[in-house]
């Protein structure tokens, strides 16, 4: 059974700054990897998707890794601001046919201005 | 752009009362899933349909909960009696079938029991 841990569960950086968020999974048979954006109380927004085949994904300041060998993907988060407050989720795909996704708890992040 | 629309957005309902969501997917997607997300917690897979037939059903709780998706378009999703522990956020996706993986997110029905 497919398990993703995402690390650290909440992190708080200065406006401007650069950062990692990270994301682990034990079931290397991963079909895409795929990054979400929660604000509280709302609903997910997919930010990336890796699929198996790719190594990294980009899209504006953003920028999403996956490694299946060492089963880790990141999404780094170039320039930060205020505006990107949220919870960070990472979701595997996997499972032949059914595509299921299996999310981790989630990193909240905070960019204080 | 099409989206997956779900209904009601908020829901309170008091312990022990029946309580349905409704999710219509993006059309023309076969595939169809229900999660549940407790606070702090990420979304854990409750039934899967693909079409009318139940796909994956193995994490819901079938003493109190049901799903059913007749026509194989939009789908409903009952908890009959609520317990206190079910306040959660109830998501529904849809995914276009075959190999394409992606899924698509409703904005979520946040439910409390009081």
């Known amino acids: 059974k497919q398990e993703v841990t995402q690390i650290p569960a909440a992190l708080s950086v200065p406006e401007g700054e650069n950062l990692v968020l990270n994301c682990s999974f034990t079931d290397s048979a991963i079909y895409n990897l795929q990054w979400f954006r929660q604000d509280p109380g709302k609903g997910l927004t997919s930010l990336l998707l890796i699929q198996s085949s790719q190594r990294e994904q980009t899209s504006g300041r953003l920028n999403a890794s996956l490694d299946k060998s060492s089963g880790r993907s990141t999404l780094y988060i170039a320039a930060s601001q205020p505006g990107d407050s949220a919870t960070y989720l990472c979701?595997?795909?996997?499972?032949?046919?059914?595509?299921?996704?299996?999310f981790g708890k989630g990193t909240k992040l905070s960019v204080i201005p | 752009e099409a989206e997956v629309a779900q209904s009601p957005r908020y829901k309170i309902t008091e312990k022990s009362q029946a309580v349905a969501f409704w999710c219509d997917p993006i059309?023309?997607?076969?595939?169809l899933y229900w999660y549940r997300q407790i606070l702090g917690q990420g979304p854990e897979l409750l039934v899967q349909f693909q079409d009318e037939s139940v796909v994956d059903d193995s994490q819901l709780p079938k003493d109190r909960f049901s799903a059913e998706r007749l026509k194989g378009v939009d789908s409903t999703l009952k908890i009959q009696p609520a317990e206190l522990g079910d306040s959660a956020m109830y998501l529904c996706?849809?995914?276009?079938?075959?190999?394409?993986?992606?899924?698509?997110f409703g904005p979520g029905t946040r439910l409390t029991v009081t």
């Open positions: 996706a849809s995914r276009p079938g075959g190999s394409s993986y992606e899924q698509y």
């Open positions: 059309s023309g997607h076969a595939t």
């Open positions: 979701a595997g795909v996997s499972g032949a046919g059914s595509y299921q996704l299996t």
